[in-house]
């Protein structure tokens, strides 16, 4: 008896080819779904705004720039000096700010829906420049999201799930989506060859997002660099109207009048003990972005020039030079080194380029399965929407309160009043108004810095006399003081309020 197959292809074949269809109609239907999930999710994360980390240095830059937009001053204390915090989008932001009824806050949340927006419809661009492939954006998004460590983690520029809930305001999320959008709009001039305007264009694009977030300007950068890079080969470069659009962005750059961003190069090195830690627990932190360095081989196998590799390889330049030399401020490109890894996943995923569907759909198996784990290890980004009893004992454990802020002390205290607080307080006091002593945060363009911060470690010393904090009181014209709940022995104090987690408000003499 002779057996027939419908098919001119042997049966293993065709039942792979089944199976690599069935996991390509899985990823467009569900890819899309759970993305839309996600950015829902965000978006009731933006409602509450919960707080860590810089909020308080991005609300007290809002607030200067509400006050005096034109000569704001010290974003932190009371002295007039520039910041790099004073860009075009907070710029924008101030001035949206001055309008009755708004609190900073709430312009802080608008920054996040913007932020959010030109970030997903930016990544929706880039990768159309790399694939046609319908869940091909959708699965970037979920990779760039997801595909991380197995570890929470949170720093401003890193577009991980747990970090842009906490950062989604801040300027470093807006920058890198006007990065996404420079790419996508960089590869479209490069291959239908753009005239002079939009050249000066793409240029002026390129300084707004050194100036709005230098980090991200870096990373901004090297992808743009790769793309110029993968078109190249192809004689598509028009070097002239590069240099124009170089010269553009540096243009914007010199003439920005806030703050000297050329001066910037020299503050490297008081930030390196601060970004040490990124390259610590490097497994833990960034071990599922291994799939996609496994997915640039084959990329990199078909195409020397592919603009992921090419990122990908400028990203470990710069930040392996970073690490060798110990400028560990270096490792803020990490982005550089885990975007092209995380988007070539997805695109061999999505089948972004012609191969066998079985070796598709194991990519796509593999995907699914790293994206999982990654959500997984930032699902304690659900205790910002759901109250914290309702979560599972496991989800709880991966979940890390915010800070619950010092509303509490402006009843009393004015905008421009300056409040003695060290640590965490000086990081969120300004946020409302007044001004600090010491910077809750490294400032290159500080020149008393140093004193600033040695003074107020006297100032909360245990033995130091009242006559000692009486003069540093007058010397920067200090009116309150915020001290732990421990309180501070001194008769020359007075307490006025105490807020919910125990710490005390005085009023100075």
Known sequence: MTVRFSSSAPPGEAGARRAADRAAAVARTAAPAVAGLLLALMALVIVRLPWAGDLGMHAATLQRLRHSPLDPGNPLVDADTPSPYYSPWTLLLGTVARIPGLSVFVVLRLAAVAGLALLVTGVWRYVRTLSAHRAAPALALLSLLLLWGTTPFLWSGFPGLNSLALTVSYPSTFALGLAFHLWAWLA????????????????????????????????????AAATVLAEGRAGRVVWSRLGAGVVAGAVVLWVWPYYDFFALFGAGDGLDAVHRGLYAHPVARYGLVLLGVAALVPRWWRDRWDPLVLFAGLGVAVVGVGWVS????????????????????????????????????????????????????????????????????????????????????????????VVMAEGRVARQVPAYGPYTVAPGYPDFFLPDEERRMA???????????????????????????????????????????????????????
């Open 326 to 417: 110990g400028h560990y401020s270096w490792g803020r490109a990490l982005p550089a080194v885990v975007i092209p890894a995380q988007l070539a996943v997805a695109l061999e995923a999505a089948g972004a380029e012609a191969g066998r569907r079985g070796l598709r759909a194991g990519w796509a198996v593999l995907l699914a399965g790293g994206l999982l784990a990654g959500g997984w290890g930032q699902a304690g980004v659900l205790g910002y929407v759901v109250p914290r009893g309702g979560l599972p004992a496991v989800v709880e454990e991966r979940y890390r309160a915010p800070w619950t802020g010092y509303r509490w002390i402006t009843p009393w205290v004015r905008y421009g009043d």
């Open 188 to 223: 479209g001039a490069l291959r239908r060859g753009a005239g002079w305007p939009a050249w000066l264009g793409l240029g002026a694009l390129w300084g707004v997002i050194l100036l709005c977030h230098q980090f991200s300007g870096i990373v901004a950068t090297v992808g």
């Open 455 to 509: 003074v107020t470690e006297v100032y909360f010393a245990e033995r130091t006399p009242s006559s000692v904090r009486r003069g540093i009181e007058r010397e920067y014209g200090v009116r309150w003081v915020v001290g732990g709940g421990g309180g501070l022995d001194d008769s020359g104090l007075r307490v006025v309020a105490r807020g919910p987690e125990g710490e005390v408000l005085y009023a100075v003499p």
